[in-house]
């Protein structure tokens, strides 16, 4: 068996013209005409690998190469096709053809597997047009009900449900409830760590502790040209001066933690009255719980104090605290033997971003699998894996989802 590196950078180039950016990377959104002709693109190279190809009602799509025991779960593998904004072409995509590519590897040596392998593309991982992301993975593995995820709307208020409608990928295959085996997703490290050590592939073991919250500083209207100083009541400003202290409990906490503000919305949002309200989104992360319960308290504290000097009022309108997710410790040895019989260089390590492999973690044993990205950057036009990663980490994951799948 053997992945063919060109094969799969040509996949991975040719989809990046779909949603293309305008500095080389993406902006392929979720449930936007680009994201449905990547998917229609992905079903299209699964169906002329052989594959049987399925889609949900969320939009997930699985090719899927039979086994020799049909009745056994099957092994799945992927990610997902959407990106950011201001999206790279790696992100999330590499693990979707990456697994098709293993798929294809398999059957060009004659290979069929004891169990079937199913490549799939998970639908609104990203998060940044509806939230909250990793979605689709979310409803397949029941922590989200299926009709809470198609009642999400977007700033102009469109709804996943009708979106999916309007896209024509509504699919009529069973939303989640039938058994996997196993789910294997390669992913760029979206971080430094394996460039920085020269090490290719990154045997995660676990990802990390963070928080995400919604605040909101309540202030007053009042006319920005005559109101007096000592009367303002500036919402905006109060947020301002948050978000500062937020981004210092992040320095206060590196290189462990982060913490930064991310999203902010002011009412009534014009040029000449003093915002009555700001709504202002920040995520903290560290690697240990205690920190990021010691950024939760300093951002808290200093809210307390905006608010007592500024006579402005702070809510917290949602927090949402997240535990680690451990992955299956046979499939990270796994995942490292096979590497070194493959002659990769592999480390342990944890993940800080999230991914839609934390969702499988409640259905069956579950494994995620780093390369390097340069300079670690991601969610950027620039983000970029280099070919030999590319192909060194596909490898990885044909042979370990073979391996897997001929249990």
């Not at 699919?171 to 760590?193: C, K, N, S, T, W």
Request: aromatic share 6%; net charge negative; charged share 20%.
């Amino acid at each position: 068996m053997q992945v063919k590196g060109d094969r799969l950078w040509s996949d991975l180039m040719t989809l990046a013209q779909i949603g293309a950016g305008v500095a080389g990377g993406n902006n392929r959104m979720a449930l936007t005409d680009a994201d449905r002709d990547a998917k229609a693109l992905f079903a299209h190279w699964c169906r002329e690998a052989g594959l049987t190809v399925t889609v949900d009602a969320m939009g997930n799509t699985f090719g899927r190469m039979e086994g020799l025991d049909p009745s056994l779960p099957p092994v799945f593998a992927g990610s997902h096709l959407d990106t950011q904004e201001s999206g790279g072409r790696f992100d999330g995509p590499l693990g979707v053809l990456a697994a098709l590519e293993a798929v294809r590897a398999i059957k060009d040596a004659g290979i069929t597997p004891r169990r079937a392998i199913e490549v799939v593309n998970w639908t609104n991982e990203e998060g940044c047009r509806f939230s909250p992301g990793l979605m689709g993975s979310a409803v397949f593995a029941g922590t989200l009900p299926l009709e809470q995820a198609h009642a999400v709307t977007d700033r102009a208020g469109r709804t996943v449900g009708a979106e999916l409608d309007r896209l024509g990928w509504k699919g009529a295959a069973p939303m989640g409830g039938r058994p996997v085996d196993a789910y294997f997703e390669l992913h760029i490290e979206q971080g430094p760590l394996l460039e920085q050590a020269g090490v290719t592939i990154g045997a995660v073991t676990q990802s990390c502790h963070s928080a995400f919250t919604d605040a909101i500083c309540h202030g007053e209207t009042s006319h920005i040209q005559s109101t007096p100083m000592p009367q303002r009541r500036n919402a905006l400003w109060g947020a301002a001066r948050l978000i500062d202290a937020i981004e210092r409990a992040g320095y206060a906490h590196a290189p462990d933690g982060t913490a930064s503000s991310v999203v902010i919305d002011a009412w009534p949002n014009n040029r000449i009255v003093l915002p009555s309200r700001a709504m202002f989104s920040y995520g903290v992360m560290h690697l240990e719980e205690a920190g990021v319960q010691s950024m939760i308290s300093a951002i808290d504290a200093a809210a307390e104090a905006i608010a007592a000097e500024t006579g402005l009022r702070f809510e917290i309108a949602l927090r949402r605290i997240r535990k680690p997710f451990h992955f299956a410790e046979e499939l990270v040895a796994l995942t490292e033997t096979v590497a070194h019989d493959l002659g990769h260089s592999v480390m342990r390590m944890r993940t800080r971003p999230g991914h839609d492999a934390f969702n499988m973690v409640a259905l069956c044993p579950t494994m995620l699998i780093f390369v390097p990205c340069r300079d670690g950057l991601s969610h950027n036009e620039a983000e970029w894996c280099a070919p030999e990663h590319c192909t060194a980490g596909a490898a990885v994951l044909a042979e370990a989802v073979l391996r897997r799948a001929n249990r």
